[in-house]
């Protein structure tokens, strides 16, 4: 079946520094990929939409100068957070959306990636 | 704007009883609707969606447009059933909304 891949699991970086997690499709392009954040013991809150090719599209509240999304291929999308702090200290997890289902609405996700800044 | 809730934040059960999990939706199209799962310490993954009409781990879960409810039952809980489920609706385009989940916590 579909498999995202999320890297890197987990990291620890200072404040102040900025912070990569790739999302890659494996077996299957995704034109869309989606990242949410998760905290602890509460649901997804979506953060934006990647769409490869063009420019993200980010929820309300959500900055898209500190989260910067870049979906260069089919396969792969970043996440950059920039100078980060302690309150960026989270779960941050994406999805695929494998057009290979019927509907084409069904969403494999990554295993997440744990980002604690110091 | 698509909306999906979920009312129970935590739902207890003792293994073997049934139990039900709701959802319900809002949207003025039709919408696709699933169920994600998230075991402890594993990544989402999907559970079942309503166009499938099959169970999945013992679980169903029939949309009812009239009630625009999506509700995940199963007749008789395991503990491996502890989790955390979410629903979620796609319109067939670029939006998919999910719940605020329920955390399910079969008692031995």
Not at chain 1, 18 to 36: G, H, N, P
Not at chain 1, 54 to 64: C, I
Request: aromatic share 12%.
């Amino acid at each position: 079946g579909a498999v995202v891949s999320q890297h890197p699991s987990w990291v620890i970086c200072k404040s102040g520094t900025s912070v990569k997690i790739e999302c890659r499709s494996l077996d299957f392009q995704a034109t869309t990929m989606f990242w949410y954040r998760q905290f602890p013991k509460k649901s997804l809150m979506l953060m934006a939409t990647s769409n490869e090719g063009s420019k993200a599209t980010y929820e309300q509240g959500v900055e898209k100068d500190k989260f910067l999304i870049n979906h260069a291929s089919l396969t792969l999308s970043t996440l950059t957070v920039t100078s980060a702090h302690p309150e960026d200290s989270s779960f941050y997890i994406c999805s695929a959306r494998d057009h290979s289902f019927s509907g084409a609405n069904v969403l494999t996700f990554g295993a997440g990636s744990r980002l604690t800044v110091l | 704007a698509q909306r999906v809730t979920q009312p129970e934040k935590l739902l207890s059960v003792f293994k073997g009883a049934p139990v039900e999990l709701k959802c319900n939706y809002s949207y003025s199209g039709s919408p696709e609707l699933f169920w994600y799962v998230q075991y402890s310490r594993q990544r989402l993954q999907l559970l079942l969606r309503h166009i499938s009409r099959e169970s999945i781990k013992g679980f169903t879960a029939d949309l009812n447009k009239g009630e625009t409810s999506f509700h995940l039952k199963k007749p008789f809980a395991q503990e491996e059933d502890s989790a955390m489920y979410y629903c979620a609706l796609g319109d067939y385009g670029q939006n998919f909304v999910f719940g605020p989940g329920t955390r399910l916590s079969v008692l031995p």
